[in-house]
């Protein structure tokens, strides 16, 4: 089994910033791909920003300039630094990773999500 857990999230005013953590454990040959997701209520699950084990990343549009993924392959762990937060970054944040499990074998994972609300 593998899981992924996610931290770092709470309150935050307009123009700060928080600093998500994801930590993978378990069964773990390697990680091809780790992500960040997030979802507002009543709207669909979008994709924030996601890492290559290469290190190749790719942003949305609205958060471009403001949050910064990196990883660190040896811990298993992805993070999400969030910059000039809006109140429009307010959502549900969940991890995803592609892990290889075995020769061939690979499957998505998904955390449980961590609580960012951006208010005055």
């Known amino acids: 089994q593998v899981q992924l857990v996610e931290s770092g999230g709470g309150l935050v005013q307009p123009g700060g910033s928080l600093r998500l953590s994801c930590a993978a454990s378990?069964?773990?040959?390697?990680?091809?791909?780790m992500g960040w997701y997030r979802q507002a209520p009543g709207k669909q699950r979008e994709l924030v920003a996601t890492?290559?084990?290469?290190?190749?990343?790719n942003y949305a549009d609205s958060v471009k300039g403001r949050f910064t993924i990196s990883r660190d392959n040896a811990k298993n762990t992805v993070y999400l630094q969030m910059n000039s937060l809006k109140p429009e970054d307010t959502a549900v944040y969940y991890c995803?990773?592609?892990?290889?499990?075995?020769?061939?074998?690979?499957?998505?994972?998904w955390g449980q999500g961590t609580q960012v609300t951006v208010s005055s």
């Open positions: 995803n990773g592609t892990v290889v499990t075995g020769w061939g074998l690979s499957s998505d994972y």
């Open positions: 378990g069964s773990i040959f390697s990680i091809y791909a």
């Open positions: 890492i290559t084990s290469g290190g190749s990343t």
